[in-house]
């Protein structure tokens, strides 16, 4: 038994499962919960809820990308740039890619979309008549749209995980 692999595995599998688990609650439990509410309650729930996210899931992405990189390499198969040509190296570096993109993707469409939802000052968000604007209504759909369409990267990751434990 390699200690320092269980170790690393352990941590790269759990904190994985909180990045994935996180995108997948969203999509398919936080927001469409969310979405029954008055627009504007939406916003503001949207809004503490993209912080706390923000909060937690970045150094927890981070230190699944790291992690992942320490098993494939001093714990794993990878032990020189010959490797990365191989079936295993290559899914490493696709699930690499696609776990970077995953960041990225939250960093530049779903963080930047909170922020210009949350810009729009009340009285443009909200009619005389109390109804959202539609200057709102679109803001608040780009934010559920892009925080939705992340789950397509960890498709990805996840199917990438799976063939590494196969030796693919
Ligand atoms: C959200 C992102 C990720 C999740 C949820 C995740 C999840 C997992 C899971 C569940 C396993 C265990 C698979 C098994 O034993 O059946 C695993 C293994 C592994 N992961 Fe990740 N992972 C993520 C990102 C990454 C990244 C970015 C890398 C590479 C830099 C990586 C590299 C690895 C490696 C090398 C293994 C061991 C595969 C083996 O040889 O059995 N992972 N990951």
């Known amino acids: ?9 352990w941590l790269h599998v759990g904190l994985g499962v909180l990045w994935f688990g996180t995108v997948l609650y969203n999509a398919t439990i936080l ?13 503001r729930v ?3 809820i993209g912080e706390q996210g923000f ?4 150094p ?3 230190a699944v990308i790291l992690l992942g990189l320490i098993r494939g390499t001093l714990f794993g198969p990878i032990k020189s740039l010959d490797m ?3 079936a295993y190296g290559i899914t490493w570096l696709v699930g690499l890619a696609f776990a970077i993109g995953a960041y990225v993707w939250a960093e530049r469409m779903v963080g930047p ?8 000052p009340e009285a ?4 005389p008549d109390g109804a959202p604007t539609p200057a709102l209504e679109s803001a608040v759909g780009v934010v559920k749209r892009n925080a939705v369409l992340e789950l397509g990267f960890f498709a990805v990751i996840f199917t990438c995980m799976i063939l590494m434990r196969f030796g693919l």
């Open 1 to 9: 038994m390699n200690w320092g692999q269980f170790v690393v595995q």
């Open 31 to 43: 927001i469409p919960a969310i979405s029954r509410l008055p627009l504007g309650e939406q916003r």
């Open 46 to 48: 949207g809004s503490l």
């Open 55 to 58: 909060k937690v899931i970045r």
């Open 60 to 62: 927890v992405a981070g």
């Open 84 to 86: 990365l040509t191989s």
């Open 113 to 120: 979309a909170l922020a210009r939802m949350n810009a729009i």
């Open 124 to 127: 443009e968000a909200l009619g």
